[in-house]
Each structure stands twice: as structure tokens, then as C-alpha cells.
């Protein structure tokens, strides 16, 4: 729903504000309650980190601002997105919940993309006449952008650049294949007429994730190598390596100068805002006060504890997503679904360097954590034996049969039953002739 709901449409109850999202929170928190979807719900490390991130970046908010109203908007951000983690952690519990969900994303991708085409061939927005949305789309460098239900161009492109990669991940698991390419194409589509940046390079950093599947085993190595290589490029380069965002471009009219502008002035501020956070960053500069760097904000908002927490949060998710992976030696069985959501998490860290996310968007965050935890706590999918054609029935009637070897003479001898009269033809030589083994089955 909230790819057709924008978020204008909400219900202001004596100063709190229920968005829709936040409604559909409590539907399926009552739906949890009433059938018990929380018992058998093992948290894990990752869990943990998301409820401390959430609480601990909101309480140093709180205590930066000291007044009642941060105290209501955390409290209603606490209420929103545990909500919707918890709820995904709590409805998602098989390997056919989580296919399901991939599924019912390709599903929302087509008739989202009918909307989004009928708003780049008209220049308006259907979604304007529910309020919360423009009703002309935006247009840049003679370039509509289209935004559907969405908040921002950019936050339409970055969610379905989310649903193009883990759709893209079921293709390759061979099953529901011609739903989850409908997907891939429906995400793609979308991604294209938002005309924006920042989701184009988010669906090339998860083709790139996805292709590392043939090389994992230089993963790590690419990872260090990487590193090194952006800290030798610092020194070497006239200005700092993160002046490479400037450059990063992948429409007209991209605003990459405004982010590495952005990183500059947070370096330069660090001392103001590293303790408890900052109240408004646009003393930073002209434009500054839009943080469009989620890792960033996460400081302005909570501190540097808030970011540190953040971060931990992203690793921890790929590491259950690690976890997940060494019951998949080859590229097989469910490989490709675990690697899909290793992917998308990598492109989630690659869209927050050049966007916030907000409204609707937030969603497919949260949602891809709650697959982090929950394929970590899966177990693999058994193969079940195929029978052969040369493969006889049992016959519940025969008598058992014992393997035939070389009888144990000395051992025969002891017991008083010397081991030659036991090898005529027709005699098991493992087991005595008056043994009920021996006996013929009975006639019904």
C-alpha cells in the first residue's frame, strides 16, 4: 500500500499524526496479536542493533532539542519503524513467506508502472488528487520525473531499484521465473522514468553485487583492495577521494557537487554536531540545510553514537546474510534469494551516500533487514530423494535379509555350532538354521 497511498493521506488525532503507514502498523499489530505470529520468534544480534540504533539515536534527539515536541516526533518515529521491522520479523518466518514477498513486490511493480507511464506521457500525477503529491511532475535539464505516490522522484527510484534486485535474485533461483522477470522489468521501468542519479547508480551497484556471486571467493580480497585503493587515491588526489561523488553523474543536472559539498562541511562541523547531534545544518553552507546523506544525518540527528550505531546495523545485517550463505556451498538451491538480499543491502549503503531516506522509502529498508535476520535463522531447503525406475517396492512380508560375508568360524565353534554345517546352499552363514529369520513367512 504504500506504493499507492501517498503519504499526504493521514489521520490527526490531538497533535499525533498517524500517516498511513502508521495505521497499517496497527492493523497488523492487532492481526499479530490476535493469531500469535510472535511465538517461535528467535531474536538474533541484528535484531538488537536496529532497536538500539532507533532508541538510543531518538533519546539524544530528544536531549539535543529538550522540549515536548521532539519528544512527540521520536516518539512517533519509534512507533513507525519498529513497527514495521517488528512486523516483517513476525510475518516472515518460512522460505515460502520470504519467496511470497519477493512475489507480491514484482506484483506491485507492474500496475505501478502503468501509473508512472501515464504520469511521464501526461506530465500529471494521478496521485495528486489524494493530496500529499504535485499534481504537474517535476521536470529538470527537459526531463520529466516522475514520482507516482512517492514523496520524491528520487525516493520512487530508489525503492523500486530495491524491488529490480531482489526480483532479479529469485530469476535466479529458476522458480516463478516469468513473475520475477515481470518484476525486474517493472522496477527498471520505473527507475528510468524518475529520471534521477541516484536510483540508476543504485541498479548498478546491485548488478555489481549480484555478479560478484561467480566470484565470491574474491570477495574479500576486492573489499580490502578497495580500501587501500581509496585511501591511496586521498593522498594522491588534490582534494579529498570523496570529491569522486562530484564527478558520479548518471542523468543531466545531478547535484553531486552538493553532496561532496555536503561530506566537506560535516568533516569541518564534526566538532559541533559529534556529542548530541546538531539542530539544523544550514549554517553549513547555501542548500545545506537538505541532508542528503544518510549516514550524515544519522550524525546530525544522534551524534556520532547514532552513526556508530547505524553502521553497526549495516554490518550486522551482512553478516547474517554470511551466516545464511555457508549452508550454499555452490551457486545452488537458494543461493541466489540469500545473495539477492546481500545485494540489495549493499545497494541500500551505495543510495544512502547520495539520499535520505523518507515516507514511503523506509519500507523497503526495514524490510530488507527483517530478510537479513530472517534467512539467518532458515534453515536450507532438503532435496527431496526422486525415486529410480529400477526401484522395487518394499514387501512388508519378505523377511528381512542379512548381508552375506565370511562366517566367523571361531566364533561359531564357542556356541557348539561348528561354522562348516551352516554352508550348504540356501543357509545364511551370519545366522543359525533354528533362528526365526530362518523360518519361511507365513501363508496368509
Aim: proline share 5%.
Amino acid at each position: 500500500m504504500a506504493c499507492f497511498v501517498p503519504a499526504g493521506q493521514r489521520i490527526v488525532v490531538a497533535g499525533l499524526d498517524f500517516t498511513f503507514l502508521r495505521l497499517l502498523v496497527i492493523a497488523y499489530w492487532v492481526r499479530i496479536l490476535a493469531f500469535q505470529d510472535f511465538r517461535g520468534l528467535r531474536l538474533v544480534a541484528l535484531d538488537y542493533a536496529v532497536a538500539a540504533w532507533i532508541l538510543v539515536g531518538s533519546l539524544v534527539f530528544i536531549v539535543q532539542w529538550a522540549n515536548m515536541w521532539a519528544v512527540t516526533n521520536r516518539t512517533g518515529y519509534i512507533y513507525e519503524s519498529l513497527g514495521i521491522y517488528v512486523t516483517f520479523r513476525c510475518l516472515l518466518r518460512s522460505w515460502g513467506d520470504v519467496e511470497r514477498t519477493i512475489l507480491i513486490l514484482a506484483l506491485i511493480s507492474l500496475p505501478a508502472m502503468c501509473f508512472f507511464t501515464v504520469e511521464q506521457m501526461t506530465g500529471r500525477n494521478l496521485f495528486s488528487v489524494m493530496g500529499g503529491v504535485r499534481e504537474f511532475t517535476q521536470v529538470r535539464e527537459g526531463r520529466l520525473r516522475a514520482q507516482g505516490a512517492f514523496s520524491h522522484p528520487i525516493m520512487a527510484g530508489c525503492f523500486f531499484a530495491i524491488v529490480l534486485v531482489l526480483c532479479s535474485g529469485l530469476f535466479m533461483t529458476g522458480r516463478k521465473r516469468f513473475l520475477s522477470f515481470a518484476g525486474c522489468v517493472g522496477g527498471f521501468t520505473i527507475v528510468i522514468m524518475c529520471a534521477s542519479s541516484t536510483p540508476l547508480l543504485a541498479v548498478i551497484s546491485g548488478g555489481i553485487g549480484m555478479a560478484f556471486a561467480w566470484i565470491r571467493t574474491l570477495l574479500a580480497p576486492f573489499r580490502w583492495g578497495v580500501l587501500l585503493l581509496l585511501i591511496l587515491l586521498h593522498f594522491i588526489m588534490q582534494g579529498p577521494v570523496w570529491a569522486l561523488i562530484a564527478r558520479a553523474s548518471a542523468v543531466g543536472g545531478s547535484t553531486g557537487w552538493h553532496r561532496k559539498h555536503l561530506i566537506d562541511k560535516a568533516v569541518a562541523f564534526f566538532p559541533e554536531w559529534f556529542l548530541l547531534g546538531t539542530k539544523s545544518t544550514s549554517h553549513w553552507g547555501h542548500g545545506l540545510s537538505d541532508v542528503t546523506n544518510q549516514y550524515i544525518l544519522e550524525g546530525v540527528r544522534g551524534g556520532l553514537l547514532g552513526m556508530t550505531l547505524f553502521v553497526t546495523v549495516i554490518v550486522l545485517g551482512f553478516r547474517a546474510v554470511g551466516k545464511a550463505l555457508r549452508s550454499e556451498p555452490d551457486r545452488g538451491g537458494l543461493f541466489w534469494l540469500k545473495w539477492a538480499v546481500g545485494a540489495t543491502l549493499f545497494t541500500h549503503c551505495m543510495c544512502f551516500i547520495g539520499v535520505s531516506y523518507f515516507g514511503q522509502t523506509t519500507v523497503s529498508w526495514f524490510l530488507t533487514l527483517a530478510l537479513a535476520a530472517t534467512i539467518s535463522q532458515l534453515p536450507p531447503l532438503k532435496s527431496k530423494a526422486t525415486p529410480q525406475p529400477n526401484d522395487k517396492p518394499k514387501d512388508d512380508s519378505e523377511p528381512p535379509r542379512i548381508a552375506q560375508g565370511r562366517p566367523n568360524h571361531a566364533r561359531l565353534a564357542a556356541r557348539g555350532r561348528p561354522g562348516h554345517q551352516l554352508q550348504h546352499e540356501g543357509h545364511d552363514p551370519g545366522v543359525p538354521a533354528h533362528h526365526p529369520r530362518r523360518m519361511p513367512p507365513k501363508q496368509p
